[in-house]
Nanobody, 124 residues
Framework: QVQLVESGGGLVQAGGSLRLSCADS????????MGWFRQSPGKEREFVAAISWIGGRTYYADSVKGRFTISRDNAKNTLYLQMNSLKPEDTAVYYC?????????????????WGQGTQVTVSS
């Protein structure tokens, strides 16, 4: 069973930066791909970025491309999302997720394990 715990959210001003972390205590076969999703009030959960655990290939939503960087530390079993040049539109609860397939997916239905979420608020 995969256990994911996000941290690093908070309140920042527009243009600022945050780094989110997701600690994974599960087994490797259940985190072959990991991703970040976000959800704002009244909206569906949307894809942000994903990474294959082995190989490290990445994919980003157009809305964050060039500003966010997804990465992982294999030794620490930790996923990261470095968020730079933050905008008020980035305000949301951010969730990390794991998928037991090394193929990157942008769909929530393809991820079987989820963290509890961490709030990111960007003020103008």
């Amino acid at each position: 069973q995969v256990q994911l715990v996000e941290s690093g959210g908070g309140l920042v001003q527009a243009g600022g930066s945050l780094r989110l972390s997701c600690a994974d205590s599960g087994r490797t076969f259940n985190r072959l791909t990991m991703g970040w999703f976000r959800q704002s009030p009244g909206k569906e959960r949307e894809f942000v970025a994903a990474i294959s655990w082995i190989g490290g290939r990445t994919y980003y939503a157009d809305s964050v491309k060039g500003r966010f960087t997804i990465s992982r530390d294999n030794a620490k079993n930790t996923l990261y999302l470095q968020m730079n040049s933050l905008k008020p539109e980035d305000t949301a609860v951010y969730y990390c997720a794991a998928r037991s397939d090394n193929r990157i997916s942008i769909y929530t239905k393809d991820y079987g394990s989820w963290g509890q979420g961490t709030q990111v608020t960007v003020s103008s």
